[in-house]
């Protein structure tokens, strides 16, 4: 009788941790700057399985790398699972106290966390570890180079400047990022988010130079978000063009959530702000919490 009852609590226990999924998507990933919790998407099998086999692999090591940890924190992103992988970078800290890696990527994903406060200090840590360095180029999980971390840290501090609305300190970060962009697509967005604190820092006259330095002919992909946002602040597209208003913002996907935040800036920037409301809070009604533009449309709901 006892074996039987341990078997059905077990089986119980069992179909509970399925329902569940481990209890990563019931418990909050975060919380929004409103108080609202944040829960992970739900990952498909074929996913976690590769990411699951990657992370055997590289942590079946005896001694992890810095880029290890690196590697196993991208894996657990693509899993949806921010928090573990901000604790990922945190172990690897204490092994490698001076990776300005790794204060970056945990900085990253300390924004996607609403914990500012933390990923400004990681942010101006990795600062300092990478002052007066070479240039020391970031690869994706592939190899392909994307852009230095000179630049990538401080594009990451305007970022988290914006978010604080601490738009001068932005602007200071961004202009610094954008001298050190080297990859056209990453020289486009940051020149779209250098545009808006400008903009949000009453320095119009730098704003409209700005724009001058991303013509139609720029050769960047034309088809990413900050290209065609870009476009419609030079005066060359038109709001209805980059996005359909009629799509319930839940089925936005974070292409769509960036085209949106470009449309709800520049309603702002004209003078409509009842319109770039609007925006803005179907902006927090897409399920891309994680995503940057989210973020700062959320910032300006909580205004």
């Not at 994706?140 to 401080?154: F, M, P």
């Not at 602040?233 to 709001?239: A, E, F, I, V």
């Not at 960036?258 to 319109?275: C, E, H, I, M, R």
Request: with cysteine.
């Amino acid at each position: 009788m006892k074996n039987t009852n341990r078997i059905s609590l077990l089986c119980m226990l069992l179909l509970l941790i399925s329902l569940i999924g481990y209890g990563q998507y019931r418990i909050p990933q975060a919380y929004s700057f409103s108080g609202k919790p944040l829960f992970s998407k739900i990952v498909d099998v074929k996913t976690t399985e590769k990411c699951d086999s990657i992370m055997y692999v590289i942590q079946s090591k005896e001694n992890l790398s810095e880029d290890d940890f690196i590697e196993v924190g991208r894996q657990l992103v693509k899993k949806a699972r921010y928090r573990e992988a901000v604790a990922n970078f945190s172990e690897g800290l204490v092994r490698f106290p001076n990776s300005f890696k790794l204060f970056l990527y945990r900085g990253h994903y300390c924004l996607s966390l609403r914990k500012l406060d933390r990923s400004l200090n990681d942010l101006l840590k990795a600062k300092e570890l990478i002052k007066n360095q070479p240039d020391s180029w970031e690869e994706d999980a592939v190899g392909k180079r994307t852009d230095t971390y000179q630049h990538l840290i401080e594009y990451h501090l305007g970022l988290c400047y914006f978010l604080r609305r601490n738009y001068a300190e932005a602007v200071s970060a961004f202009e610094t990022s954008l001298k050190e962009a080297h990859e056209p697509n990453e020289i486009v967005k940051t020149s779209d988010w250098l545009y808006n604190a400008y903009m949000r820092d009453g320095r119009s006259r730098e704003a409209e130079k700005l724009l001058t330095t991303i013509t139609p002919e720029f050769k960047s992909d034309h088809k990413r978000p900050y290209f065609v946002k870009i476009m419609l602040y030079k005066g060359l597209s038109k709001p209805n063009e980059l996005i359909d208003e009629t799509e319930p913002p839940t089925q936005w996907n974070i292409q769509q959530v960036a085209l949106a935040l470009g449309v709800a800036n520049w309603y702002t920037f004209q003078g409509d702000s009842k319109k770039a409301k609007e925006l803005f809070s179907k902006i927090i009604q897409s399920n891309e919490w994680t995503a940057l533009p989210y973020l700062a449309a959320e910032v300006q709901m909580v205004e």
